[in-house]
């Protein structure tokens, strides 16, 4: 069953007199539970993808739905509370707040939902557990390395325990070791979670980890590529 | 309040900065409140006088006085009820540095003609009957640590020599614009040090009715119309308003200079939130993106900028709340009862609540209009 279904999707931006076509038709489906990697070279449109499928930004025609909502029609501030509801959000560059300890930093989806102050502790605890920080909740970003640092920015996408969550370049300043680190965590949250993970990424090892590939050129999906191979 | 720690967290992102900008908003409030203080007080000061009390000067001015004999012949004016005279003295006392007023007065006269001057009744009578005794008002105890019975001995300036005179009673005002540091002492006795010169800077005429004022005010003025000194009698508050109005231009200025230096500090705040906002828009496209609401950024900026301005406002405003009366403060003996009003303090915080939406809203409206994409596609 399709989780994030896009329909007829054009997207376009104008860059001084420059019309820039990124999408012009796109239409899709990414099943619940799956574990997609979005390939393809610069330009060709995946964190444009990402950015319509969170919400950040909005298709300029078409239709884009998660879970059934349609996010392409909402408010910003209906998008923002269905963001921190279903969505969960991994850069590349980690984006961690360098004023806060890991465990504050993962504790900021839950900030706003309705959570007592007791179930967050809980609640963080367990999603530090998971990414295996679990001693370093009071470290400030400052002292993580470049691998705990993207698994704390893990444990703050997955901590609400959203429907989808989504990582854009996420092993793009790691080690080959933290790369490895942080993509059996994806794999295990997607197996043992069952969480729909959506991964943007340049890296072929990284694909090779999900269980389907999207290939995109120029806005079009030229090859969707089931991955039978890493599990 | 669970976003408390967030906002903590931002202040204390660059320490050094957020210390001197609350300190810069402390000290514009301080400085603030000081110069309201200095205008309320003096337009306090303005306001005292009774109803039923007139001065009368020298037509030519303050600093010229008028013949004691004058005394006699306005007591017998009709609607002339009481009479009393005073003299500017001008003594300083110890190093000089510090000042209180201080003048010769005719006690029993000047004390009957001022029930606002409280002190008990054996005090007010030993007064009376020491030539050389002085009455004080209770600051200066407390500033000098001077005692009944203790001789004080002050340089005359505008009438040379020591003068020694021994503290016979303190009082305490009943009105703060009697002033609670001002010395008195004996006319008779300053008459007799000055060589019976038989003069007097102003008279206090206390009338039967405060409806007659101007038409006696007239009747006194019109009886010395051709002597070689004629008078200007007024009422007492239009007398104190004299000195008040000399300040005149100085209460514009100080009010001037309050203004531009609360402008100058909340320019120095909106520059720090700013810079503070600008620095953080990576954060703010990222808090964004994990759910937090324009309308919450907008929020969060704000309290923070609210946060700075509210803490300079307590310390600022609280420093001259406790500072002035903890060293009696008066302006050198030019300001009796100064203080700071509670409505300085409700309009310092009022400029504080200005300064924080001021200083804060083009920062929180920039975070919360942030577009999330662009932002984040600088910091990717």
Same mark, same amino acid.
Not at chain 2, 263 to 272: E, P, S
Not at chain 2, 291 to 314: H, I
């Given at each position: 069953?399709?989780?994030?279904?896009?329909?007829?999707?054009?997207?376009?931006?104008?860059?001084?007199?420059?019309?820039?076509?990124?999408?012009?038709?796109?239409?899709?489906?990414?099943?619940?539970?799956?574990?997609?990697?979005?390939?393809?070279?610069?330009?060709?449109?995946?964190?444009?993808?990402?950015?319509?499928?969170?919400?950040?930004?909005?298709?300029?025609?078409?239709?884009?739905?998660?879970?059934?909502?349609?996010?392409?029609?909402?408010?910003?501030?209906?998008?923002?509370?269905?963001?921190?509801?279903?969505?969960?959000?991994?850069?590349?560059?980690?984006?961690?707040?360098?004023?806060?300890?890991?465990?504050?930093?993962?504790?900021?989806?839950?900030?706003?939902?309705?959570?007592?102050?007791?179930?967050?502790?809980?609640?963080?605890?367990?999603?530090?557990?998971?990414?295996?920080?679990?001693?370093?909740?009071?470290?400030?970003?400052?002292?993580?390395?470049?691998?705990?640092?993207?698994?704390?920015?893990?444990?703050?996408?997955?901590?609400?325990?959203?429907?989808?969550?989504?990582?854009?370049?996420?092993?793009?300043?790691?080690?080959?070791?933290?790369?490895?680190?942080?993509?059996?965590?994806?794999?295990?949250?997607?197996?043992?979670?069952?969480?729909?993970?959506?991964?943007?990424?340049?890296?072929?090892?990284?694909?090779?980890?999900?269980?389907?590939?999207?290939?995109?050129?120029?806005?079009?999906?030229?090859?969707?590529?089931?991955?039978?191979?890493?599990? | 309040?669970?976003?408390?720690?967030?906002?903590?967290?931002?202040?204390?992102?660059?320490?050094?900065?957020?210390?001197?900008?609350?300190?810069?908003?402390?000290?514009?409030?301080?400085?603030?409140?000081?110069?309201?203080?200095?205008?309320?007080?003096?337009?306090?000061?303005?306001?005292?006088?009774?109803?039923?009390?007139?001065?009368?000067?020298?037509?030519?001015?303050?600093?010229?006085?008028?013949?004691?004999?004058?005394?006699?012949?306005?007591?017998?004016?009709?609607?002339?009820?009481?009479?009393?005279?005073?003299?500017?003295?001008?003594?300083?006392?110890?190093?000089?540095?510090?000042?209180?007023?201080?003048?010769?007065?005719?006690?029993?006269?000047?004390?009957?003609?001022?029930?606002?001057?409280?002190?008990?009744?054996?005090?007010?009578?030993?007064?009376?009957?020491?030539?050389?005794?002085?009455?004080?008002?209770?600051?200066?105890?407390?500033?000098?640590?001077?005692?009944?019975?203790?001789?004080?001995?002050?340089?005359?300036?505008?009438?040379?020599?020591?003068?020694?005179?021994?503290?016979?009673?303190?009082?305490?005002?009943?009105?703060?614009?009697?002033?609670?540091?001002?010395?008195?002492?004996?006319?008779?006795?300053?008459?007799?040090?000055?060589?019976?010169?038989?003069?007097?800077?102003?008279?206090?005429?206390?009338?039967?009715?405060?409806?007659?004022?101007?038409?006696?005010?007239?009747?006194?003025?019109?009886?010395?119309?051709?002597?070689?000194?004629?008078?200007?009698?007024?009422?007492?508050?239009?007398?104190?308003?004299?000195?008040?109005?000399?300040?005149?231009?100085?209460?514009?200025?100080?009010?001037?200079?309050?203004?531009?230096?609360?402008?100058?500090?909340?320019?120095?705040?909106?520059?720090?939130?700013?810079?503070?906002?600008?620095?953080?828009?990576?954060?703010?496209?990222?808090?964004?993106?994990?759910?937090?609401?324009?309308?919450? =950024?907008?929020?969060?900026?704000? *309290?923070?900028? /609210?946060?700075?301005?509210?803490? @300079?406002? $307590?310390?600022? +405003?609280? &420093? %001259?709340?406790?500072?002035?009366?903890?060293?009696?403060?008066?302006?050198?003996?030019?300001?009796?009862?100064?203080?700071?009003?509670?409505?300085? =303090?409700?309009?310092?915080?009022? *400029?504080?609540? /200005?300064?924080?939406?001021?200083? @804060?809203? $083009?920062?929180? +409206?920039? &975070? %919360?209009?942030?577009?999330?994409?662009?932002?984040?596609?600088?910091?990717?």
């Amino acid at each position: 069953m399709a989780l994030v279904e896009i329909r007829d999707v054009h997207k376009s931006f104008q860059r001084e007199e420059q019309r820039i076509e990124v999408f012009t038709g796109l239409t899709l489906d990414i099943d619940a539970g799956s574990f997609t990697a979005l390939m393809g070279p610069s330009g060709s449109g995946k964190s444009t993808l990402l950015n319509l499928v969170a919400g950040l930004d909005r298709p300029t025609r078409g239709v884009v739905r998660v879970g059934g909502a349609e996010v392409s029609t909402m408010s910003a501030s209906q998008l923002a509370a269905w963001r921190a509801r279903n969505i969960g959000f991994v850069f590349q560059s980690f984006n961690l707040l360098p004023v806060l300890t890991a465990y504050q930093n993962v504790e900021l989806p839950l900030l706003l939902t309705n959570l007592s102050g007791k179930d967050r502790v809980e609640r963080v605890k367990i999603a530090l557990d998971v990414v295996g920080l679990s001693d370093r909740a009071d470290h400030y970003p400052r002292q993580l390395s470049g691998g705990q640092e993207q698994r704390t920015a893990i444990a703050r996408a997955i901590v609400a325990d959203p429907t989808l969550i989504l990582l854009d370049e996420p092993t793009g300043q790691l080690d080959a070791k933290s790369s490895q680190e942080v993509l059996s965590l994806l794999q295990r949250l997607n197996n043992e979670f069952n969480k729909t993970i959506i991964i943007v990424t340049h890296d072929a090892h990284a694909a090779e980890r999900a269980k389907s590939t999207l290939h995109l050129e120029k806005g079009d999906l030229i090859e969707k590529r089931a991955v039978a191979a890493a599990r | 309040m669970k976003y408390l720690r967030l906002v903590v967290a931002n202040l204390g992102r660059h320490k050094l900065r957020t210390v001197l900008t609350i300190l810069s908003v402390a000290l514009a409030l301080f400085l603030f409140a000081s110069l309201r203080s200095v205008v309320t007080t003096l337009a306090a000061t303005a306001q005292f006088g009774g109803a039923r009390r007139l001065v009368t000067l020298n037509a030519t001015g303050l600093v010229f006085p008028l013949p004691l004999a004058y005394g006699n012949r306005i007591k017998a004016l009709p609607g002339v009820t009481g009479l009393s005279w005073a003299n500017w003295f001008g003594g300083r006392y110890g190093d000089g540095n510090t000042f209180f007023a201080n003048f010769a007065v005719d006690p029993e006269s000047y004390l009957a003609i001022y029930p606002e001057i409280v002190l008990p009744a054996d005090q007010k009578q030993a007064f009376f009957q020491d030539r050389t005794g002085a009455l004080i008002g209770e600051r200066l105890i407390s500033r000098y640590g001077w005692k009944l019975g203790q001789n004080v001995t002050l340089q005359g300036t505008i009438f040379p020599g020591d003068w020694t005179f021994t503290i016979r009673g303190v009082y305490t005002p009943t009105d703060p614009a009697i002033g609670d540091d001002v010395l008195i002492f004996h006319h008779e006795y300053f008459d007799e040090r000055i060589g019976r010169a038989g003069i007097a800077g102003w008279y206090i005429v206390e009338i039967d009715d405060a409806s007659h004022a101007a038409a006696i005010a007239k009747s006194i003025d019109d009886v010395f119309r051709n002597s070689s000194s004629p008078t200007k009698t007024g009422t007492e508050r239009e007398f104190q308003a004299s000195f008040a109005t000399m300040w005149g231009n100085v209460s514009f200025l100080m009010s001037t200079i309050g203004l531009a230096v609360v402008f100058a500090i909340l320019l120095v705040t909106a520059n720090a939130m700013m810079m503070s906002a600008r620095e953080r828009t990576g954060e703010i496209a990222v808090l964004k993106t994990i759910g937090f609401s324009d309308r919450l =950024l907008f929020g969060l900026v704000m *309290v923070e900028a /609210g946060a700075l301005a509210l803490t @300079g406002a $307590v310390l600022g +405003l609280g &420093a %001259a709340k406790l500072l002035y009366p903890a060293i009696n403060f008066n302006g050198a003996g030019f300001l009796p009862g100064f203080k700071v009003t509670t409505s300085t =303090l409700v309009v310092g915080l009022l *400029v504080a609540l /200005g300064l924080m939406l001021a200083s @804060g809203l $083009v920062p929180a +409206l920039r &975070a %919360a209009r942030l577009p999330v994409v662009q932002a984040l596609r600088k910091v990717e």
